[in-house]
């Protein structure tokens, strides 16, 4: 694409995206192109690009790629974001569906508050050992629309989130999809601190809605919290999961929080 690309800079819970009203569309969606403008410092720079798409069975669709141009089955903080996006460029609603790759999902808007139910909870194991570097480390595992690897620490500001998240992401356990990683610390009765290695970027962001809600899915079958579970992100904001949970059974998953807007421009390729 040679001509100049309109676009909007959204923050949700910490992860930033580059969302674009794709509804003519005339975005190519070439991986080259997205991971040019995902660069960070030489560019806009995003967790990720979101395309805003017409839908069939939907108010909306969803395509969202990683910052590696790779394109993943959906992102829970980014979907909040197109809500938000959505409703900027004219979708005056409240209540508004949305297709993903794999599913379709309803989000409820209260100012700034975007409310996603994230659908089924699948590929749910517990009590997982891995091993790396000649040492086992105990994961549970999720699918809260990507595949997520939880692990609870006993600190999980002393985490090499980096190092120890690409060995649990690329572990053979979890191929050919690969897994999220995410380090855990319950920190209250209904309250848990978290930090998430993400897939397709290849580094830790500030927050993860699908991680999010995977880290309170697991720490309520393992720990016995309670929903709703608040969930603070390595960026400082408090994510709100609610759910309903009968024996090992979850049902009604919703991720609740901001997402913003920060800037809009125009990018030459």
């Known amino acids: 694409m040679k001509g100049p690309i309109e676009f909007a800079k959204y923050t949700g819970a910490g992860n930033d995206f580059i969302l674009i009203d794709n509804r ?12 040019e403008m995902c660069t960070r410092r030489t560019s806009i720079g995003a967790d990720g690009l979101i395309l805003l798409c017409s839908s069939a069975k939907a108010d909306i669709r969803m395509r969202f790629f990683n910052s590696d141009g790779g394109e993943a089955e959906m992102c829970g903080n980014g979907a909040r974001c197109l809500i938000a996006f959505a409703r900027r460029k004219g979708l005056d609603k409240t209540t508004i569906t949305m297709e993903t790759m794999e599913r379709v999902l309803t989000a409820r808007v209260d100012g700034e508050t975007v409310s996603l139910d994230m659908g089924e909870v699948t590929e749910t194991r517990l009590d997982i050992d891995l091993e790396i570097d000649g040492q086992i480390y105990h994961v549970h595992h999720t699918n809260t629309g990507v595949p997520h690897a939880v692990m609870f ?71 016995g919290l309670t929903p709703p579970i608040r969930v603070r992100t390595r960026g400082g904001t408090v ?20 997402a913003r807007l920060v800037y809009e421009g125009i990018y030459h390729p």
Request: glycine content about 8%; some cysteine.
């Open 24 to 35: 003519s569309g005339v975005f190519p969606a070439d991986s080259e192109l997205i991971r």
């Open 153 to 223: 620490v006993e600190n999980v500001e002393g985490v090499d989130v980096v190092s120890l998240g690409r060995k649990v992401r690329f572990h053979p356990r979890f191929q050919p999809k690969g897994a999220n990683a995410n380090f855990v610390h319950v920190t209250g009765k209904n309250t848990i601190s978290a930090r998430i290695y993400e897939r397709g970027v290849e580094d830790e962001t500030l927050a993860s809605g699908t991680g999010c809600a995977a880290c309170a899915v697991i720490t309520s079958l393992v720990k």
């Open 239 to 258: 994510l709100t999961v609610s759910f309903k949970k009968k024996r090992d059974d979850i049902s009604q998953l919703t991720v609740s929080g901001p």
